[in-house]
């Protein structure tokens, strides 16, 4: 049962019990709407108290059940605020730990609200591309007056209910026992004559609503961006100011039904579940014991080394971190230092904060200091031997149950649990510069990684606030691995006639935060140069574009050095069009005895794009990735991915795979196609008229 109904000292006490967060199912809301007509019937009753089981009042409506025939079926939450409303026994809604969106909504349906402190309070529908679409945008400003609420539900943001205490949102604030009081305050309220008060009755009051509402809009445009759904919030609490609750809700409505079919809004329900789906491993149940986490050992005092030892110092961690040289050390702790301060700078942090966790930071040069550490992370030199020395010492004083993680991006991480005499506790965990910035971590599981190392490196990810996503061992694993493929293509297309300003400014519009030259000149052309040496010594059956070869020859390694696929003037990171190089590239063409032709923008983002997804594609074949949101989740939150396309694997959804398909087969017939070639899910899906996500 999604409801459970009970009678206490003559209250009806309604609890919502739809684990985990009683999200408003249909059943749920049946429940509701039962409820309430059998306390109507009950003539022993004189009020009734909605409350929720478990972890939340409620989590609003069922977000699973959005464009299926379940979400309009009756009782709709429309319906069930109605006979919450309607009710002539006064409703108590007791408020605790999260009264989000549709759930909000109700509790704004009911006559009376007592909450429990620590609550979080939210309309956060507008994260999922959508506005609240049963009442929220007109009850909540009537509640907690036009600003508070068009803030709240404009940024989706949580508020904790003390802090909303005094307002008409709230008749008490508990003390004690939540369902005692609200019991107690319903056995009081019930006995007062009806009418009862409705949110909806009262005016929304505001000395200038009309001028609030134009600087909301105009603040809301360069947040809003890509993006709809905040500025229907706006539009939808402007018509109830402007034209009263029963207009303001039929337009609400409308915008909602609107909204609930964009692509923007699948998008973000997309990454909504893809980032709670892709801490879920199949093999190992959330009841997989852990292992204790107190200490973090980092070897590598480097860019990447000190990003990563200050994800942990900011979780209250303590980290002992190594180098092998005094002066890199030091120069690696001055750098933590330095961009703490510039946190302090910005009002992001207090000084008091910095040195609290400076404090956590033990810098050492003696590996016998990581005896200690439950867990360490190695960010040396991305190079085998490097690795094989660090992991042999790492075994050598590491305690036992420690657990031992490599931050390579490409390398082979079984080559380098071999170097221990316990791989099972070997596992990847590669981080994205800036280590401290960057959502993305890829967990790369090894042959040998024990399922509880696994679960522990799960666990540990969230707690230093990352997404993160496991992946095989392959070369590159599922980010670069990809990357590798949508760089190619790029260079591909400079040797038949594109530019790199015109290819990097046709994926900006699509959506990407960074183009390929642009990303490769700020994160060195060098490392690209380094890996592609590597494949020619590996896989010479692979076809590269060698443009990007003679862009390094000439010593342009990017933003470092002045140049790159752009100019950089002194100190400055725009990227100016080169002359020169583009002169190189048309000279490179020549020399290939290619004819440049014009490359549309369009041609431009279906390579780069479509490359994406074959090789996404085919990581799924090999089962490098097991599911298609997990690729989505590395792509939006490591790659720059534009969000309100969900992803590359949705985004193909989006286009169709029989669309996507043709396409591919369209490259691989032309030159420069042998990376073209249908991965098999990609031509099973289509034929079958399915998409990875769906
Ligand atoms: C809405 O209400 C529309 C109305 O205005 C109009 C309707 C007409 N539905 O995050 P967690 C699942 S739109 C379905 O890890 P936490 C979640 O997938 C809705 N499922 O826990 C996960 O499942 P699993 C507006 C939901 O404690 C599990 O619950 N509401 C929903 O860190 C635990 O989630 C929102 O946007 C849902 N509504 O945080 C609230 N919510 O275990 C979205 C959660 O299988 N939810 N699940 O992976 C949240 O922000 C957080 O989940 C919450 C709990 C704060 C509630």
């Known amino acids: 049962m999604a409801v459970d109904y009970a009678v206490r000292d003559g209250i009806a006490v309604i609890t919502l019990d739809n684990p985990p967060v009683n999200g408003l199912g249909h059943s749920t809301r049946l429940g509701i709407v039962e409820g309430i007509e059998r306390a109507r019937g009950d003539a022993s009753v004189s009020a009734v108290v909605i409350t929720g089981a478990g972890r939340a009042f409620s989590g609003g409506a069922d977000i699973t059940e959005f464009n299926t025939p379940k979400a309009t079926q009756e009782p709709t939450l429309h319906t069930v605020i ?30 009376f609200r007592v909450a429990a402190p620590g609550a979080q309070i939210a309309l956060p529908e507008v994260k999922l591309g ?40 709230f008749d008490r604030m508990a003390e004690g026992d939540l369902l005692d ?34 600087f909301a809009r105009n603040s809301v445009a360069t947040i809003a961006k890509d993006f709809p759904a905040p500025h229907k919030c706006i539009d939808a609490i402007e018509a109830g100011v402007k034209n009263g609750f029963e207009r303001g809700l039929a337009f609400e ?118 005896a200690e550490a439950d867990l360490i992370i190695e960010a040396v030199f991305e190079e085998l031997g490097v690795k094989e020395q660090v992991f042999r010492k790492i075994d050598e004083v590491a305690k036992p149950g420690a657990i031992l993680a490599s931050n390579t991006s490409t390398l082979d991480l079984n080559a380098i649990a071999a170097f221990t005499k316990r791989p099972e506790d070997v596992v990847g965990m590669h981080f994205f510069s800036p280590a401290n910035v960057m959502k993305l971590l890829e967990v790369v599981r090894g042959e040998k990684t024990a399922k509880d190392v696994l679960a522990t490196v799960m666990q ?23 990357i590798e493929q949508y760089v190619r293509q790029a260079l591909f297309m400079l040797d038949e006639g594109a530019l790199p300003a015109q290819i990097d400014r046709a994926i900006e519009k699509f959506g990407f935060a960074m183009g390929p030259f642009r990303m490769s000149d700020l994160a060195g052309n060098d490392i690209g140069w380094a890996i592609r040496k590597r494949r020619y010594q590996e896989q010479p059956e692979l076809h590269y574009s060698r443009i990007a070869d003679r862009l390094c020859e000439a010593g342009r390694f990017g933003q470092k050095t002045g140049g790159g696929w752009y100019d950089y003037k002194a100190g400055e990171r725009n990227a100016l069009p080169s002359k020169l190089v583009d002169d190189m590239i048309v000279a490179h063409s020549k020399e290939l005895g290619v004819e440049r032709r014009k490359i549309s923008d369009d041609e431009i983002v279906e390579r780069l794009v479509f490359s994406l997804v074959n090789e996404g594609a085919k990581i799924l074949d090999e089962g490098i990735a097991s599911k298609a949101s997990d690729i989505d989740m590395v792509y939006l939150t490591g790659y720059g991915f534009p969000l309100y396309r969900g992803g590359p694997m949705l985004y193909a959804d989006t286009v169709g795979l029989y669309n996507v398909e043709r396409a591919m087969r369209k490259y691989a017939a032309r030159p420069n196609g042998d990376a073209w070639a249908p991965a098999r899910r990609v031509t099973e899906l289509a034929s079958q008229g399915k998409g990875f996500t769906s």
């Open 460 to 482: 540990v990810a969230k707690k230093i606030k990352k997404t993160a996503v496991v992946s095989g061992v392959c070369d590159g694993f599922i980010g670069n691995r990809m």
């Open 130 to 169: 959508i506005l609240p679409g049963a009442g929220g945008t007109q009850r909540l400003p009537r509640a907690v007056g036009l600003e508070t609420a068009l803030n709240m539900i404009v940024s989706g943001a949580p508020v904790l209910s003390e802090k909303l205490a005094g307002t008409a949102l």
């Open 181 to 214: 009081d609200a019991v107690a305050f319903a056995k009081q309220v019930g006995a007062q004559d009806g009418p009862h008060p409705k949110v909806r009755d009262s005016t929304i009051k505001h000395p200038n609503a009309e001028g609030f509402i134009q």
């Open 253 to 370: 409505r409308e915008c909602f039904l609107a909204l609930v079919q964009t692509p923007e809004s699948r998008a973000l329900r997309h990454a909504f579940f893809g980032e709670r789906a892709a801490g879920k491993i199949a093999d190992v149940p959330s009841s997989t014991p852990v292992r204790t986490i107190a200490r973090v050992g980092v070897i590598g005092a480097g860019m990447m080394g000190g990003g990563i030892a200050m994800n942990f110092v900011n979780a209250g961690l303590p980290v002992t971190l190594l180098e092998t040289k005094q002066d890199a050390l030091e120069r690696g702790v001055a750098t933590i230092r330095k961009n703490f301060e510039a946190q302090v700078k910005k009002g992001k942090l207090t000084t008091e904060k910095v040195e609290e966790r400076m404090a956590l930071l033990k810098p050492t040069l003696a590996y016998d200091d990581l």
């Open 82 to 111: 109605k006979a919450v409303e309607g009710s002539a026994k006064p409703v108590v809604a007791a408020i605790h730990s999260v009264a989000m969106g549709g759930g909000l909504e109700l509790a704004l349906g009911a006559h």
